[in-house]
């Protein structure tokens, strides 16, 4: 997360670092480092998850050719509720103060917020593993507890988002 940040605020030019040291115009380019960490932040965020929704799309078709129909509606379960996250995510208002540019964020709760999004980046990974898990049990045993297992993997990708505005209004 801090590399995310870390790496646009470095980038900034010898302008722009002279332009800080004016007052009131640094706190301004603080804000569009932050935003543009965002962005950042939340493409890599949707990227990481969109190519899990592939592969669930891929898995059901292949679920279809070899026979496992009864499943493809419950992997389609997890690929709804990935695309509600991965749209969440996409839809949301970019801004310094995490995603809602109306509401100020203080450096506590900005520090609780790059825990959050942390933790969805982090999450992405366990989601690539069971997407792993249930391709493996399309061979053999196992594939409801895989499916089910992703479904509520997803599920809570949804629900951190939701306490992540929590931390926000509160």
Do not use: H
């Not at 980046?121 to 196992?142: F, H, I, P, Q, R």
């Amino acid at each position: 997360m801090a590399d995310i940040l870390g790496s646009i605020t470095n980038a900034r030019s010898l302008l722009e670092k002279i332009a800080s040291k004016i007052p009131g115009f640094g706190g301004y380019l603080e804000k569009e480092t932050r935003r543009s960490a965002d962005k950042l932040l939340r493409d890599t965020i949707v990227s990481r998850y969109g190519d899990q929704l592939s592969r669930i799309s891929a898995l059901q078709a292949q679920l279809v050719q070899s026979g496992g129909i009864e499943y493809v509606d419950d992997l389609q379960g997890a690929a709804t509720r990935l695309q509600r996250f991965i749209d969440t995510v996409k839809t949301a208002a970019y801004g310094y103060a995490g995603f809602f540019d109306a509401v100020k964020v203080k450096e506590d709760e900005l520090a609780k917020l790059y825990a959050f999004d942390n933790a969805l980046l982090d999450n992405a990974a366990k989601v690539t593993g069971l997407v792993d898990a249930v391709e493996a049990a399309m061979s053999g045993d196992g594939l409801p507890a895989s499916i089910k297992a992703l479904t509520a993997a997803v599920a809570e990708c949804n629900a951190a988002f939701e306490r992540r505005k929590e931390v926000l209004l509160s």
